[in-house]
């Protein structure tokens, strides 16, 4: 049975996996609840697990099939500590193998490829792959970090929203519905600043993006400033003769029209999503196998 | 009895009282807990009576006085719902006033005189008198305000130098002193920020400071930023015939150095600090009582 194999993006707000055979031909798709390795290891094995036996199921195959296939695991914080390796031994796959969620979303993005991948969501994080060697900078949370987050955009807008309501910077369109939205009492505005997390700020990201489009100054000026730290984060990574940049996440498209002419030049398509990164690598890894036993 | 009075600032860190007579003359002092009505009324409270008792015995009188004394009382959120009223109910002074802490800090900075003040510390708030008005901003925290308190200035040290460690940014000596406290490992700096408080990141201002003073360049920056906020902050407040700004609390001899020439032309040494405002305004109280009587 071991013609089989599984590709599985274990993410952060679901687990997605894909049943496919030695020729890339995919049989079944399942999903399941969220991993999170770093806060909650056994949960998120649980999930990996039954994201399997859902596709398996989906294909038509027994769920206990799931110990006779090979599978690639992508998941954010394999390569934190031995948490990796911890991973490969609980899993009760044939054989398997773990990955970071940066190395499916490269596979993803740029097949074989070498390139830079920015990806912007509830937060930024920005991968490389030069010479099949793969570098990451950013995701280091909103607090310190993720500077083109979604998070970051919604907060710099509270910070200017409350700037603009002491008259200590000129208020514009965006300011006024922000602080419209709290009775114009900036007091309730910094309490829900207080207890807001990560992707409550992040749902005024594309508030921003729509003000910035209609060319607020206050909506513009966050946008060009995330911008900006995403054109240094890319030079960061690029090399001279690299040819390919993927934005990836629910604001690449949002970003894209703002990106500088010279990044905007080396910009591609993603060939394919996280999930079909790990299908790819799953279905490698299944040809190594029947190499390694030929 | 009521030609005695107590001036008292009830803080967020302690509570000091002082007795003074009609004169002026100061007989007694006194300091007890700490006062936060929004979070903890009752003790505060407790706490403001207590440092008066305090500044009573200190002047040889018996703590039972406190029934037959006026009293001018200045504490952070005076202002707030009806938190002045009620204070102003439960405190056992013959005659009492509560203001807000702000009000104490203009008068024991700028006396009687019309002028502007900006307070550094953990947060950064800033007010003014103008023809006996008073005007505020700021002072929203740091997670969407206080652009030039210490806290900010920390956090900032600590988001450039995760930018210096990815090669995004240039690193300097602070940015490399910064991630060797964190054994070079950005998980652990990332783990800090994650938990850490405004005085947390606070205590990085004087580290920024004193590696700005010897040129660093990301020092430099971080305080430059926060001095264009300050600029912009006292200009929101500034009128034409102003010619008094005081800056107040621990950083403000830190950024003195920093301000424009413009606005460093106005800065005058405050006449007192709050509880001396506090005093001033006891006395005038009193006086007032006295007129009130004749």
């Given at each position: 049975?071991?013609?089989?194999?599984?590709?599985?993006?274990?993410g952060g707000?679901?687990?997605?996996?894909?049943?496919?055979?030695?020729?890339?031909?995919?049989l079944?798709?399942?999903?399941?609840?969220?991993?999170?390795?770093?806060?909650?290891?056994?949960?998120?094995?649980?999930?990996?697990?039954?994201?399997a036996?859902?596709?398996?199921?989906?294909?038509?195959?027994?769920?206990?099939?799931?110990?006779?296939?090979?599978?690639?695991i992508?998941?954010a914080?394999?390569?934190?500590?031995?948490?990796?390796?911890?991973?490969?031994?609980?899993l009760?796959?044939?054989?398997?193998?773990?990955?970071?969620?940066?190395?499916?979303?490269?596979?993803?993005?740029?097949?074989?490829?070498?390139?830079?991948?920015?990806?912007?969501?509830?937060?930024?994080?920005?991968n490389?792959?030069?010479?099949?060697?793969?570098?990451?900078?950013g995701?280091w949370?909103?607090?310190?970090?993720?500077?083109?987050s979604?998070?970051?955009?919604?907060?710099?807008?509270?910070?200017?929203?409350?700037?603009?309501?002491?008259?200590v910077?000129?208020?514009?369109?965006v300011?006024?519905?922000?602080?419209?939205?709290?009775?114009?009492?900036?007091?309730?505005?910094?309490?829900?600043?207080?207890?807001?997390?990560?992707?409550?700020?992040?749902?005024?990201?594309?508030?921003?993006?729509?003000?910035?489009?209609?060319?607020?100054?206050?909506?513009?000026?966050i946008?060009?400033?995330?911008?900006?730290?995403?054109?240094?984060?890319?030079?960061?990574?690029?090399?001279p003769?690299?040819?390919?940049?993927?934005?990836?996440?629910?604001?690449a498209?949002?970003?894209?029209?703002?990106?500088?002419?010279?990044?905007?030049?080396?910009?591609?398509?993603?060939?394919?999503d996280?999930?079909?990164?790990?299908?790819d690598?799953?279905?490698?890894?299944?040809?190594?196998?029947?190499k390694?036993?030929?």
């Open positions: 049975m071991t013609e089989l194999t599984i590709g599985i993006d274990g707000s679901s687990c997605r996996a894909a049943v496919a055979d030695a020729t890339g031909r995919i079944g798709r399942g999903t399941a609840g969220p991993s999170n390795i770093l806060s909650d290891l056994e949960n998120s094995l649980v999930n990996i697990v039954a994201s036996k859902n596709a398996l199921s989906d294909a038509g195959l027994s769920p206990e099939t799931v110990s006779s296939v090979s599978a690639v992508g998941v914080g394999a390569n934190v500590g031995d948490y990796g390796e911890r991973i490969e031994r609980a009760p796959f044939a054989r398997r193998r773990v990955v970071t969620d940066a190395t499916t979303a490269l596979q993803g993005a740029l097949g074989d490829g070498d390139g830079v991948i920015g990806a912007f969501g509830t937060g930024s994080v920005y490389a792959r030069h010479n099949g060697r793969l570098y990451g900078i995701g949370g909103f607090v310190v970090g993720d500077q083109a979604g998070a970051r955009l919604g907060r710099d807008l509270l910070e200017q929203s409350l700037l603009a309501h002491d008259g910077l000129p208020s514009s369109p300011t006024r519905t922000v602080l419209a939205e709290y009775g114009d009492d900036p007091e309730r505005l910094v309490e829900f600043a207080h207890v807001a997390r990560p992707n409550d700020f992040a749902r005024y990201a594309p508030i921003v993006f729509q003000a910035a489009a209609e060319g607020d100054p206050v909506a513009t000026a946008v060009k400033n995330a911008i900006t730290s995403i054109g240094e984060s890319l030079d960061a990574l690029l090399w003769e690299c040819d390919a940049i993927c934005l990836l996440g629910g604001l498209k949002a970003y894209r029209p703002w990106l500088s002419e010279r990044h905007a030049a080396l910009l591609r398509e993603p060939k394919g996280v999930l079909q990164g790990a299908i690598l799953a279905i490698k890894f299944l040809r190594e196998e029947g390694g036993a030929a």
